[in-house]
């Protein structure tokens, strides 16, 4: 049963003239968001006390509200202060709390953005926002401060600043494509985009992040899965936080997804009074696999302003890969990640498995408890490498036209082929004293 008796309800006070199909259209959906607290209250018959409204109306003019009806309809009505769809689609006063530590643009994807619409932080893939729109508003975006501004759809000719940077940048060889979500687009402008992109000759990935099979799945249409299909290889991100989204319709969507051929990633976000608990991700985490999408990342709530009361301690995402690893198929385990405030990339962490380390044996431990040794070999030629492949006996056989990059950072550190023994901080005042006494 894809539409529920509850939903031609909801529908019915949303629309008069509101019919099976056009809750299952997505444009009717997006024409009928839910933007203010007398609307919400009309079609969830939930009422705010009065003192609440004025809180819940000063938040929601510094953070707009915007809910699908679909999302709305997910909404346990009489448990609703309780509820984990609740509490990602309607705000609360706390968004007005700034903290010291947050930050308007915590990740400095702005400062990271050689041209409009891209965020250029890895060498070899680019986050290319093709779309400052979304269906629904989630209370704990991390790009909260773009939230609310003037809804616009790109032009092509911005499109065109972002993917010109694409082609003059040969190293880029990953596109993720975000937003806002870029499935607010019409198919054609997702055509277009993806067949531009498609023919930079060194792009050898796109990858799309989209929110649509949680929160509008109807957005999934047959007309838009066989545009995408004209790009592979075609990854798609979605961004499942709770088991009560995955839904008759969420499934529909990713299946037509799954169908269509392409990968599916999940990237759900560890968040207080929502998901903050091993039991919650680990069945979260088996009902994607069972529809054929694997858990991608377990982020940390960013340092965004107004998310004080999403934020967990790291220990609770580590408590929450304790009760995976080992526990449960090593395909139903995201990889947690901090990402860097300053714009220093996401940081995995992990429980610690070394226990101790001797020259040649390593003791560990296992999800059980189980402390364990591991003989290191005794006789190991250590392969030097000078990044020389034709004079080297492993068989790598590069393609010529590829320009291997040079070893950065720790992999740098690494490198037989690199003299640098330590990468020091900026303003190191040890350092400045010595070229100061020079
Ligand atoms: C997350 C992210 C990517 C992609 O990172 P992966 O670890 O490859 O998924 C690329 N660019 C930016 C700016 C990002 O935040």
Same mark, same amino acid.
């Given at each position: 049963m894809i539409y529920t008796n509850a939903q031609q309800e909801l529908a019915n006070r949303i629309d008069d003239d509101s019919s099976i199909s056009s809750? !299952?259209?997505?444009?009717?959906?997006?024409?009928?968001? $839910? &933007?203010?607290? %007398?609307?919400?209250?009309?079609? #969830?018959?939930?009422k705010f006390p009065s003192d609440e409204r004025k809180d819940l109306e000063r938040t929601f003019k510094k953070f707009p509200l915007s809910v699908t009806p679909y999302y709305l309809s997910l909404i346990d009505k009489k448990n609703y202060k309780n509820d984990p769809i609740f509490k990602q689609a309607f705000g609360c006063v706390d968004e007005l709390t700034t903290l010291k530590s947050e930050l308007e643009d915590p990740l400095s994807e702005d400062k990271d953005s050689p041209v409009e619409g891209i965020t250029h932080r890895y060498p070899d893939r680019v986050l290319f926002h093709v779309?400052?729109?979304?269906?629904?508003?989630? !209370?704990?975006?991390?790009?909260? !401060?773009?939230?609310?501004?003037? +809804?616009?759809? /790109?032009? &092509?000719?911005? @499109? =065109?600043?972002?993917? +010109?940077?694409?082609?003059?940048? /040969?190293?880029? !060889? *990953?596109?993720?494509?975000?937003?806002?979500? /870029?499935?607010?687009?019409?198919?054609?402008?997702i055509d277009w985009l993806l067949s531009e992109i498609s023919q930079i000759r060194h792009v050898e990935v796109i990858r799309i992040g989209t929110r649509m099979?949680?929160?509008? /799945?109807?957005? $999934?249409t047959d007309n838009l899965i066989s545009v995408l299909k004209k790009y592979q290889p075609l990854w798609i991100n979605t961004h499942f936080n709770h088991p009560r989204e995955i839904t008759p319709s969420s499934r529909e969507a990713i299946a037509k997804l799954a169908d269509g051929g392409f990968p599916l990633g999940n990237q759900s976000v560890l968040l207080a009074d929502v998901n903050d608990c091993p039991r919650i991700m680990k069945v979260l985490v088996h009902k994607l696999v069972q529809n054929r999408v694997r858990p991608y990342y377990l982020y940390q709530c960013d340092l965004s302003e107004g998310l004080s009361h999403f934020r967990t301690p790291i220990g609770k995402g580590i408590e929450i890969m304790e009760s995976l690893v080992g526990h449960t198929s090593g395909f139903a385990r995201p990889t947690y990640v901090i990402d860097a405030p300053g714009g220093g990339g996401k940081i995995p962490v992990m429980p610690n498995y070394i226990i101790s380390w001797s020259t040649n044996k390593v003791v560990l431990r296992n999800y059980e408890?189980?402390? #364990?040794?591991?003989?290191?070999? %005794?006789?190991?030629?250590?392969?030097?490498?000078? =990044? +020389?492949? %034709?004079?080297? *006996? @492993? *068989?790598?056989?590069?393609?010529k036209e590829v320009d291997e990059s040079e070893a950065i950072g720790i992999e740098k550190l690494l490198s037989d082929s690199s003299d640098t023994i330590s990468l020091v901080p900026e303003n190191n005042e040890r350092i400045q004293r010595r070229e100061e006494n020079a």
């Open positions: 809750w !299952r259209n997505w444009k009717w959906q997006v024409k009928h968001v $839910i &933007r203010s607290i %007398d609307k919400f209250e009309q079609v #969830t018959e939930i779309s400052n729109i979304c269906s629904m508003y989630c !209370r704990h975006c991390t790009r909260k !401060r773009k939230v609310g501004d003037v +809804d616009y759809v /790109p032009s &092509r000719d911005q @499109l =065109r600043k972002g993917i +010109d940077y694409i082609a003059n940048t /040969p190293q880029v !060889r *990953d596109v993720l494509l975000s937003g806002g979500d /870029p499935f607010m687009l019409s198919d054609e402008m099979p949680v929160v509008l /799945p109807y957005r $999934i408890g189980v402390i #364990t040794t591991y003989k290191e070999p %005794d006789s190991y030629e250590p392969r030097m490498c000078d =990044r +020389d492949c %034709d004079k080297c *006996d @492993l *068989d790598l056989q590069l393609n």
